[in-house]
Structure formats: structure tokens, C-alpha cells
């Protein structure tokens, strides 16, 4: 069965990998899976055919025969739980992966969401000023731990996994910010996920869709 993703027609951050989409690609090219992708317009995203995909009118959404699923952390799962590559074998070494990918989500990404809010969309509000270090600060403090962490290994808990692809994917929001730049053990952790192959191709895939050609070209 051909598995379909959807992908923003033309998306907000000019293909440079931060589109949800680029996390689900990456899964897929990790073990190996042949997917294809229909790129969806903002207008498309509200519309009934699109809703019936995902309820929320956003992307990515994943097709397979007459699965449908939505959110990225339950289409990553369902790749890794099915084909062989991004979970472990051992039983534990599973759910130690499964619990990153969850840490990942909903402790590690929220504030750095926050950030983005704050930058972006609250740039103009009168408290914006005073709020920014704060909604910072709160970053720091989970980084900080997951920094220890990676002081001395390679990957989150043995070899890479779910868990590393889903931790990378959001530590990558953060690049623009400078905020990677205070925790080296981090910024050299997210370097060795973009070096990683799949990365490479799935990346390359989501700036082709965006802008034609390849990053060098």
C-alpha cells in the first residue's frame, strides 16, 4: 500500500526542515519506506476533504490503505512500532525510547513553542519586552538536564532511536534563537541527527518541494 503525507504547499519556514512533515519524512526514511507527498495550500487545510484528515485543518497527515492518522508524535510511533530501525528489540530499551519521544513533545517543546509565540506572534505587545527572558529562562531549565544527559553519549539511551529523531526535530526550532548555541553538548547532538542520511534525504525533500533543486543548488 502507498503511503501518502501531506505537506504545507508552501511552507512558513522556506523548507528548511522545521515543518512538521519533516519529522515524518524522516521516520519514513529511516526504514526505508517509499511514501509520497501531497502538498496542501492554506485554503485547502480548512477545507471538508482535508478536516477528514486531520480535524484541526493542519499538517502533516499520514495515509496508508484505510488508515488516516494525524500528529506527528502518533505517525512517528506507529513507523517505528511497525518496521524495524527506530525502536529497540529489548522490551525496556523500548519504552525508554518511547518515554523520550513523549519528553520530547510534552516537556522539551511547549516553551520553545512559547518562544516562537513570543518572537513572532507578541512582538508588538506592550509586555513583550519583559516577557521574553521569562519564556527563555523556561527554556534554559530544560535544557539543562537534557544537556547533562547528552554530555557523554552519542544518543539519548544507547543507540538512536524515536526518541532521538523526535528530540532533534524540536531542538531544531531553537537554532534561530541562539539559545543552542549556550548548551555545545546539545547544538553537537542536533549536528549529529542532520548528519544522519535520512535526515539528509528527508530534508532535501521538504527544500526541493519548497524551493526546487537541492539546498547547494
Same mark, same amino acid.
Given at each position: 500500500m502507498t503511503i501518502t503525507i501531506t505537506a504545507f504547499e508552501r511552507s512558513p519556514d522556506g523548507g528548511r526542515g522545521l515543518a512538521r512533515d519533516t519529522r515524518v519524512r524522516w521516520a519514513l526514511e529511516e526504514v526505508g519506506l517509499p511514501y509520497e507527498?501531497?502538498?496542501?495550500?492554506? %485554503? %485547502?487545510?480548512?477545507?471538508? %476533504?482535508? !478536516?477528514? !484528515?486531520?480535524?484541526?485543518?493542519?499538517i502533516p497527515t499520514y495515509e496508508e490503505g484505510g488508515l488516516a492518522l494525524f500528529e506527528t508524535g502518533a505517525i512517528v510511533f506507529h513507523i517505528a512500532s511497525r518496521h524495524e530501525g527506530l525502536l529497540p528489540a529489548d522490551a525496556d530499551a523500548r519504552?525508554? %525510547?518511547?518515554?523520550?519521544?513523549?519528553?520530547?513533545?510534552?516537556?522539551?517543546e511547549p516553551p520553545i513553542l512559547e518562544l516562537v509565540t513570543a518572537r513572532?506572534?507578541?512582538?508588538?505587545?506592550?509586555?513583550?519586552?519583559?516577557? !521574553?527572558? !521569562?519564556?527563555?529562562?523556561?527554556?534554559r531549565a530544560r535544557l539543562r538536564p537534557l544537556s547533562a544527559r547528552l554530555a557523554k553519549a552519542g544518543w539519548l539511551d544507547g543507540a538512536f532511536s524515536a526518541g532521538d529523531l523526535m528530540m532533534v526535530s524540536v531542538l531544531l526550532r531553537l537554532r534561530a534563537s541562539g539559545l543552542l548555541d549556550e548548551f555545545p553538548d546539545l547544538a553537537a547532538y542536533v549536528a549529529r541527527g542532520e548528519a544522519r542520511p535520512a535526515y539528509r534525504r528527508a530534508f532535501e525533500a521538504q527544500w526541493a518541494l519548497n524551493?526546487?533543486?537541492s539546498p547547494s543548488a
Open positions: 507527498v501531497r502538498p496542501v495550500s492554506f %485554503a %485547502a487545510m480548512k477545507q471538508p %476533504a482535508h !478536516l477528514a !484528515l486531520h480535524p484541526f485543518g493542519q519504552a525508554r %525510547a518511547i518515554t523520550w519521544m513523549f519528553a520530547a513533545l510534552n516537556t522539551v513572532i506572534l507578541e512582538a508588538d505587545k506592550p509586555w513583550s519586552r519583559e516577557r !521574553l527572558p !521569562l519564556v527563555e529562562d523556561r527554556i524551493n526546487g533543486g
